[in-house]
């Protein structure tokens, strides 16, 4: 393939149609490697890769951990508790003093939009968003479209509700542009106080009641979180479980419901459905290491290793 | 108190200085042609048809054909950032780059560390601005103390002592009853009040315009209408209690609205836009660069025609630059987390004749009488090129054209939302009652040719 691979994957943007499918094609591959008995190839034997949180994860964080790992990378993990970032450390000196180490890679999860694109103008590495404030997750979209891709062999013409609290979620905005980009149809669908204006700039139909939830495909449900009802988003759980839950009462059995996880059982889905074979869950969280072995592998093979050494 | 004596500087003598030839600008005394201008101490001692005054040996003159020469600017809106945050900027900083910008007087906000809330800060900000400002500075005190919204600070005291009026900018005064009790006290001590327009229920935690690129980025967005709801609600509250009202820094179509109507209506009001909110929207926000976070934000192309349309029809009565200063640590962080503000004052000119008189939108008489009208406004005497008239005035080359920020800034801080842009319009020289405060320094390159011819004979003194 003649497409380059940008140098950093700060945003779904970064990459067009054929990127993705390059990316997803190469994540076939290592999906196949997560299936041996040894799961571990020796492409970045002698590289280091930064894992630095600044908030609380745990599939992203340990599936980028063991991505790392099963390609032979040396890996360091920094959460913001316990690490100078805690004793009033700037990001930009903290990503100046990791560079130090000469790392390959710095992956980062930061509450505040754009702190990946900061972080990639202070340093050497290739930069991979893991998550900025509600902006993006791109891979988290990249696994969300591999799972559908393996699903159904294309997302072209698929219909896709996104279901929840658009307002503030990064994985919706990253979904939203991936879906579209890979020739689905996206719906957004929620309590208008969680979904922005003007959202529909995106490419997406926006909607407030499940009314026509039957033409979806696919039903990609939202993490409702329970901080949003003390500010007054949504009156209670209980109400917006009334509305908006996805549960068997209101599926097809053709539908198929992802959700990025963590998730609030009985409030935006139903005990048994998420228990469903109608459910990706666990299909998306297994694609999620493949996804990110890919596209450490994407961006790093191929930039100069230290040949001296050898 | 003689409202010249509410503008602080150390005084200096009058320049004696001849500029031949420039194209004079000022709409407000019909002049629109070359000439001639005789400064003599410090006053325009005469005004005549280009090429008529003969040099005597002994005067400086500066051979100005090509360039325009305007009054000076009057900005009634910056930060500099005294006392309290020096590091920001300060008096002799911010009024440097003031007069670099072609200003010949600014009006500061209190919104200090301390507050600029009692006679004993203003009283010594007072006494600063004499020693070290390079242009005339007067100050706005707050309305509340500590802008705490809740008790009036001394406003009978504070006028006596030099405040040109009240602003508790930086922050609305949310409380409708505590804004009626300073509009009322306003006609004991007089003094504009001047208003940052904001409802914090409708902005809650917003960073920038909510519209189509506040979802797209998932940054939290700060509506318009808890701009325009504000001026709304307080041009009622200064039409009835017949008070003197200004609206600080319009951003949105809705807010223009509303101070249409509310001049409709009777109201003694008026408002200013800034060069920011006239030349640039929140599409730039897309890049998440901090340079673009401001309070108000960049708002959407239809609010910024609204603005150029408000500005044109004098609906919108002045420019200001809400010029306001951040060290580079602040603002190189994550765009929530950045502090608002951007510095404006060295780019204001060249910004709105690059972005709004080349492109058609506006006239640049129009541009010269807005930019200039904020003294009126504030009880401050305009300046005007007339004989007889204290020296501000600022010659400027329309065709000379710089990047923003590559030569650095005048301004302690480089926060500018005009940073790298390639805009006409260099200032080269300006004064300000009555001597130089500002002289383009000559650099060593092709393109400041112009510049150096300009400057003539002074040039190499001024390297000295």
């Known amino acids: 393939m003649t497409n380059r691979m940008p140098r950093h994957l700060i945003s779904i943007d970064d990459l067009d149609r054929s990127g993705i499918e390059r990316v997803l094609d190469r994540a076939e591959s290592f999906a196949e490697v997560s299936g041996r008995e040894i799961k571990k190839v020796p492409a970045l034997r002698g590289r280091t890769v930064v894992n630095l949180f600044y908030e ?85 979209a990249l696994l969300d479209v591999f799972t559908l891709r393996r699903r159904f062999g294309s997302l072209d013409r698929l219909n896709i509700w996104i279901v929840g609290d658009v307002s503030h979620s990064r994985v919706a905005r990253s979904d939203i542009l991936a879906f579209t980009r890979m020739g689905a149809d996206v719906t957004v669908c929620g309590p208008p106080t969680l979904i922005p204006r003007e959202i529909e700039a995106l490419g997406c139909r926006a909607t407030a009641t499940l009314e026509h939830i039957d033409e979806a495909d696919v039903i990609y449900v939202l993490r409702m979180q329970h901080e949003r009802m003390h500010q007054s988003f949504v009156p209670t759980l209980r109400e917006y479980a009334a509305r908006y839950q996805i549960n068997h009462q209101r599926l097809r059995p053709e539908q198929l419901v992802m959700h990025p996880g963590p998730v609030n059982r009985g409030v935006e889905l139903s005990a048994a459905t998420i228990d469903s074979p109608q459910a990706l869950i666990g299909a998306q969280v297994k694609a999620g290491v493949a996804v990110r072995m890919a596209v450490l592998y994407e961006l790093l093979v191929g930039s100069p290793v230290l040949a001296a050494v050898a | 108190m003689d409202q010249t004596t509410r503008l602080f500087s150390p005084s200096r003598p009058g320049v004696d200085l001849l500029i031949r030839g420039a194209h004079v600008l000022d709409p407000r005394a019909e002049l629109d042609e070359p000439r001639d201008i005789l400064i003599r101490g410090g006053h325009i001692a005469e005004l005549a048809p280009a090429d008529s005054i003969g040099a005597d040996g002994r005067l400086e003159v500066v051979e100005a054909e ?113 804004l009626r009790k300073a509009l009322q006290y306003q006609r004991l001590c007089g003094g504009i009040v001047a208003l940052h327009e904001e409802d914090p229920e409708l902005s809650q935690d917003g960073v920038m315009h909510e519209g189509a690129v506040s979802a797209r980025l998932g940054l939290a967005g700060i509506p318009s209408l808890s701009e325009s709801n504000m001026i709304a609600r307080d041009s009622a509250l200064a039409l009835y209690e017949d008070a003197r009202v200004h609206f600080q820094h319009l951003s949105a179509a809705e807010s223009v609205a509303a101070l249409a109507a509310a001049k409709e209506a009777g109201a003694h009001v008026s408002g200013e836009a800034s060069p920011h909110h006239l030349a640039l929207t929140d599409d730039l926000v897309r890049t998440l660069d901090s340079r673009f976070k401001m309070n108000p934000p960049l708002r959407a192309e239809s609010d910024r025609q609204a603005l150029i349309e408000g500005l044109r029809s004098g609906v919108i009565d002045c420019v200001a630059t809400d010029h306001a200063p951040h060290a580079l640590h602040e603002k190189e962080v994550p765009f929530e987390q950045a502090p608002m503000g951007v510095t404006g004052l060295e780019t204001a000119f060249p ?80 004064l300000a009652a009555g001597a130089v405060a500002y002289r383009r320094p000559v650099l060593v390159r092709g393109e400041d040719d112009r510049a150096q011819a300009a400057i003539g004979a002074d040039a190499s003194e001024a390297s000295r």
């Open chain 1, 56 to 140: 609380a994860s745990t599939r992203t964080s340990s599936s980028f951990e063991l991505a790392a790992k099963r390609l032979s990378a040396d890996v360091v993990n920094i959460r913001s508790a316990g690490s100078s970032v805690d004793k009033g450390e700037s990001l930009k000196d903290t990503v100046q003093t990791l560079s130090a180490y000469d790392p390959a890679a710095i992956v980062i999860r930061s509450p505040y939009a754009g702190a990946a694109q900061l972080v990639a103008g202070w340093t050497e590495a290739a930069v991979v968003n893991a998550g900025d404030g509600k902006h993006e997750h791109p891979t988290q």
């Open chain 2, 66 to 178: 090509g360039r325009h020469l305007f009054p000076g600017f009057v900005d009634p809106h910056v930060h500099l950032r005294t006392p309290g945050q020096e590091y920001k900027e300060n008096i002799d900083t911010g009024t440097a780059a003031a007069a670099a910008g072609g200003y010949c007087a600014v009006v500061a906000m209190p919104n200090t560390n301390p507050t600029v809330d009692s006679a004993a800060v203003l009283g010594s900000l007072i006494e600063l601005a004499r020693r070290e400002a390079r242009i005339p500075v007067g100050f706005l005190a707050s309305v509340t103390r500590g802008l705490n919204g809740g008790e009036l600070t001394e406003m009978a005291e504070l006028r006596d002592l030099g405040a040109i009026g009240f602003t508790d900018d930086g922050k609305p005064v949310v409380s409708a009853g505590m």
């Open chain 2, 351 to 430: 910004a709105l004749y690059t972005e709004l008189v080349m492109s058609g939108e506006l006239e640049l008489a129009t541009i010269v009488e807005r930019m200039t009208a904020g003294a009126a406004l504030y009880g401050l005497p305009t300046p005007r090129i007339a004989a007889g008239e204290p020296a501000n005035l600022c010659l400027i080359d329309l065709e000379a054209r710089f990047v923003v920020g590559e030569d650095g800034y005048v301004s302690r801080s480089a926060n500018c939302a005009f940073h790298g842009r390639t805009l006409y319009g260099r200032v080269l020289l300006t």
